[in-house]
């Protein structure tokens, strides 16, 4: 009926759709994790909550140590200045217990990095407190949306996709320009992961209420839910759920990684590619994320902070994959206890998936708001190829062009690589390494198993470098130029104070002759003096012989005589 | 517990340049069965010597240069050159000329430049380039097809020829003009195109079995690659096209003085050419746009050199001077990036550093 009375609706099947350049079809092993629901992990005796789990800078600790915190209670407060490009997020207990400690702790990092966090030692009893509860905007399309961002931030709610972007500074963006269209990411094109399939298919009411929030918040018209083919069961769930709404259309896509790259995805849909160093603002597009959007109806509509995320465990390296619900500061290894233990071929633990996501070399690593995945897999599963545990050894470049035909940023990966072997920054510039998503696609493909995304990884670093180094050596140079100017400046000020001065000098001394001359009868005083001198001459003289034998104490005397 | 740590991705395909090779090698049998059918156990003796040979040259040249041996073995690109040269060498030809061509592809063109991806010349071709201009008389003449009812030479026969100190007397008898050579000689002494091919029975049967058969065999095989995605379409079909573009245009222009289309794309090694020889990805150029005009400029070169050049085919001499041109090319033929240029809206995006969140 619904479809009769809003037209729109019936194209829902014949909408046109258009396509990325290149893109690879992996093996997605979905099927591995998505044939449970999701199962709340527990509570663990120990939480570890990093106080940056967002782009930006720290979150600041508004409790100390030995303080008893409430579940949703405030731990960590944003402390951005927006105008600074400074962003944070706030940050609350996951559950209750006590604070034990505010201290580095190593965090899902690529590199290992320690962080300063909040470890929370829980009580088990997961016990709320009134003061610390947010009130639900039940009548949200009534509340202004000032106060809905405000909760949002508040809620400290982050871009759960993985770029953890702090939601509210982009919404409170994105309302400065019209948005036209809404597009929500249900793409989840890296393999293995599931959370936002598993999350679409047991949430969709509310998924689309988050969504409806969404676009009273921005006043937009048309929201796009991209969702993969492979995920036949969400698709479907909502879109039942948002049946009532014809501003919301689901749109099934084909299943192809990077499809769920936030600008492919805008191409798929809308057929508009997003300028270089631009954002989907610029065109009136928003992109946000299945999960964050579940995370805006929680915060709006029942008050709950973001404390907890779906996260799928899964490879063969675990005994049960499954998807979980875990409050954020959950260990790796309690998680894969829970998931019934990991296997003998546990070489690996990656967080995210397995084109983009990092390694994490210990499992006492603490889930964050980004964790969308725990993937426990050995590394043949994987057939790594760029590692010292490869199956397949790296060969010469041959310049086949696989990478150039699966880049969906359409550069020249094999160029890019050849000029980065030269360490010809500059052609590797000209060749837009700055486009590169680094989504892999290229490393995927190759058959030589050339490492390529680290390469670009290390020309982009170095190009930087250089751009900082060429700055300082910029700056240093202007000071220099400074410098031989000042001493220019000074000598020439004090040689023109010094010129002024003697100038001075001489009229004075001109003056005084002057004067004399003007005077004139001085001649006689003069022969006095000479006189006088003459004198004292003599008397010295014959003083002088009087004492010779006291030389020391003669000169005093002779002054004093004088 | 502790984790082994890499960087993203982790994933890969099972694509390797083994199988590369090893796809090419498959692609390249219809043609070699059909020369082979044609033109008896000299064709087979060619492609078997110099895949020894290459085999032998490429492990002394990776000893020498200290490489890890079997990695690089086993990558079959020693093999997939050898058997390129050899098909493009006549059969029976002796054994030391396969040898120096051999010598020149691998160790000179190959691995004096940097050994597999770093060569910027087909290997194949300069190994051939080295044999037409050192050995004009040998390299020029083919033995007698089995199309014109002439018996192919046995098996110990061909071997007792390739092996001979020199060329047996009765070499002459046996041996013929490539049809691209005789209709050259023809054309240059004034003799009208139709001429030519009907007053040798000889020539017609040669170009209307022989060639055209030997060249759908390896179109087939080019056909594949494509199919399999292994060679881009861009380069055959550029060349090809510009190859059938020219030359009808001048037999249209002058039927008598100038050949017909049809020849020129059907005989000689133009398909071997265009599928794969033009095709080799280290010495091609690489991008889409790149490719086109690489293709097409062998195709005219091709014409060029067959038309008015010394050289009676082309194919190596067109591939060699477009492999100088490559770098040039590849860098002015860029495409355009995502995001960048074209797009209508891209002008908004000037100001997008003002409005960044």
Redesign the interface.
Known sequence: MSDLINPTKITTSSRKLWSFHGGVHPPFHKDDSNTLAIKSAGIPDKLVLPLRQHIGIDAEPCVSVGDKVFKGQLIAKHNHHVDQQDFSANIHAPTSGKITAIEEHSIPHPSGLLANCIILKTDGEDEQSESHKLAPFLDYKNTKAEEIIERIEQAGIVGLGGAVFPTAVKLAGSRKTQIKTLIINGAECEPYITCDDLLMREKSAEIITGIEILLHLLNAKECLIGIEDNKPEAIEMVRSACKHNHHIEVVSIPAIYPSGGEKQLIQILTGKEIPAGGLPLDLGFLGQNIGTVYSIYQAVIEGAPLISRIITVTGNGILHPQNYEVLIGTSFAYLATQAGGTTKMADHLIMGGPMMGFTLDDDDIPVVKASNCALFTSSTALRESNSAFSTQSTMPCIRCGKCMDVCPAKLLPQQLYWHIRAKDLEKVQEHNLKDCIECGCCNYVCPSHIPLVDYYRFAKVEIRDQKIAQEKADLSRERHEFLLFRKERDKRERDEKRAAHKAALQKKKADIAKKKSESGEDDSSDNTKADAIKQAMERAKAKKQARDESANKSYKKEDDAS | ?????????????????S??MLQVLLALIPGTLVLFYFYGWGVLFNVVLAVIFAVSFETIALLMRKRPVM??LS?L?AIVTAWLLALSLPPLIPWWILFIGVFFAIIVAKHLYG????NPFNPAMVGFAVLIISFPVEMTQWIQSTSLGQPSYGFVDSLRIIFSSGITPDWDAITMATPLDEVKTGLRAGTPYAEIIQQSPYLQSTIQNTWLWTSLAFALGGFWLLYK??I?WQIPIALLSALALISAIMHLYSGENYSSPILQLFSGATMLGAFFIATD??S?S???TGKLIYGASIGLLIYIIRTWGGYPDAIAFSVLIMNMAVPTI?YYT???????GR?P??K??MN?KD???
């Open positions: 517990m502790k984790f082994k740590t890499n960087t993203s991705p982790f994933f890969s395909s099972e694509n390797n340049i199988s590369v990695p690089f990558d690109s050994g597999l991806g770093y995605k292994l881009h990805p280290v091609a690489t991008t889409p590849d860029q495409p355009r990036t995502f995001g960048h797009s809206d891209t908004t995006s997008v409005n960044k969140l």
